[in-house]
């Protein structure tokens, strides 16, 4: 891939595309498992946004470094290679450093192997663009699904435990709504905050 | 024949190469924080089960890869440990064993006392219950019934005084399921477990 081309990119684009333009669970709709999974309460979902930044920056490093010597038809290949790494150290990190979040998030530590957010911008942006774009692309589109899965966390869990990062919000005699904390509880959190995100980005464009 | 291979090696070199370079990478990772994250769990256990045995000051393995039944009756090889005092006295035994509850395994720590007469209770290692019904198995109203009861098979009964300790057991409205998940994990692993204790002459 030709440098001149991604010199153009805007650095700061790529960091804040990740936000709002280009959210990733908002906007994009793409790696929709751990927002309807790991949000019954803030700090598993925090923890799983955290290590989906360093799963996508550090991916997006190895891939952006190896993008002249990619081949098109075994690029998939690679991209999962290092990602499946990636994922692997932040589990590992995560059961010898924080032994209770990595039993609540479980099986979806792994599963981030499988979340297209990074595999996305792999293809995206760090198959085409220098390392510090990647870079600052990964810590963008990373700090946009943490915000969302904070957002939907923080509802669920005032909801349904009346706690918020563990720390009791609502008066004693709120009575929890149990539904919150199961399945149901996270589509219909999802369902009315992405016509929310619809909502106001047809007003802006209006 | 050596084009091919050439070919081959051609396209492949990369992937091979960060193959090796990102398994050296793991296997670092492994081997820094791996004894970490087994200290973790045996601590975990061991704290779960002082809960369960009053006084234990620290946790033996009695009989390893014993013979336990899980909730359906099979058996799992899962070591029995020995609860002792500060001066080597027996208090109990503590085992786990695990059973399929309404969504998921629930799997339990269960707790007996010293002459496997007597239930210790149980603590929950792993349960993902339905929230509001199923996971009332995490409150002590549930669990108490266990505590000082006979270690016999015991039976589930839809309504009665918690308060009483016996082998029955009051089952959580709205959550049939997993209250026999429960009591059937209790049922058919405490059978096994004397088995085993008394083969091994831990037990009369």
């Known amino acids: 891939m030709a440098e001149s081309s991604t010199a153009k990119i805007d650095y700061l684009s790529a960091l804040t595309a990740g936000l709002w333009k280009e959210n990733p669970t908002f906007r994009l709709l793409i790696g929709m498992c751990p927002p309807l999974a790991v949000t019954t309460a803030v700090k598993p979902a925090l923890t799983m946004g955290l290590c989906v930044i360093f799963v996508l920056v550090c991916s997006n490093v190895a ?110 005699a709120f009575v929890p709504w149990a539904a919150m904390q199961m399945p149901v509880g996270a589509f219909v959190t999802l369902g009315l905050l992405l016509g929310l995100a619809t909502l106001i980005t047809t007003k802006r464009a209006d | ?59 033996e393995v009695a009989i390893k890869d014993a013979n336990v039944a899980d909730g359906k009756g099979k058996l799992l090889k899962t070591d029995i440990y020995k609860a002792v005092d500060e001066n080597g006295n027996g208090l109990g035994f503590a085992y786990i064993t695990s059973g399929t509850g309404f969504a998921d395994k629930i799997e339990l720590i269960i707790a007996v006392d010293a002459d496997c007469g007597k239930f210790l209770g149980f603590e929950i290692l792993y349960a993902n219950e339905t929230p509001g019904f199923g996971d009332k198995i995490k409150k002590d109203e549930f669990r108490n019934q266990f505590k000082n009861a006979p270690a016999e098979p015991v039976s589930l009964i839809k309504a009665g005084d918690r308060k009483k300790i016996d082998n029955e057991i009051v089952a959580i409205t709205g959550a049939t399921v997993t209250s026999t998940a429960v009591t059937n994990i209790f049922n058919k692993s405490i059978v096994s477990v004397k088995e085993a204790l008394q083969q091994k002459g831990l037990i009369k």
Not at chain 1, 86 to 110: C, H, N, Q, W
Not at chain 1, 125 to 146: M, P, Q, R
Not at chain 1, 157 to 164: K, N, P, Q, V, Y
Not at chain 2, 39 to 57: E, F, G, P
């Open chain 1, 63 to 172: 891939i952006s470094l190896m993008r002249n010597l990619l081949k098109p038809h075994l690029r998939i290949i690679m991209f999962t290679l290092s990602i499946a790494a990636f994922v692997t150290i932040a589990d590992l990190y995560l059961r010898a450093f924080s032994p209770k979040m990595s039993e609540a998030l479980g099986a979806y530590v792994p599963l981030i192997i499988v979340n297209c957010i990074i595999i996305f911008r792999a293809e995206a942006c760090a198959s085409k663009c220098n390392v510090w774009v990647s870079i600052l692309d990964g810590i963008g589109s990373g700090t946009g699904f943490t915000l969302a899965l904070c957002v939907l966390a923080g509802i669920r869990e005032i909801l349904a435990a009346g706690t918020f990062f563990d720390y009791r919000v609502m008066p004693k």
């Open chain 2, 1 to 59: 024949m050596l084009k091919a291979i050439r070919y081959y090696i051609e396209q492949s070199w990369l992937l091979i190469v960060s193959a090796f370079f990102f398994g050296l990478l793991i296997a670092v990772a492994n081997a820094a924080w791996s004894g970490k994250a087994d200290t973790n769990k045996k601590a975990k256990l061991s704290n779960l089960m002082k809960n369960l045995v009053q006084n234990a000051a620290k946790f």
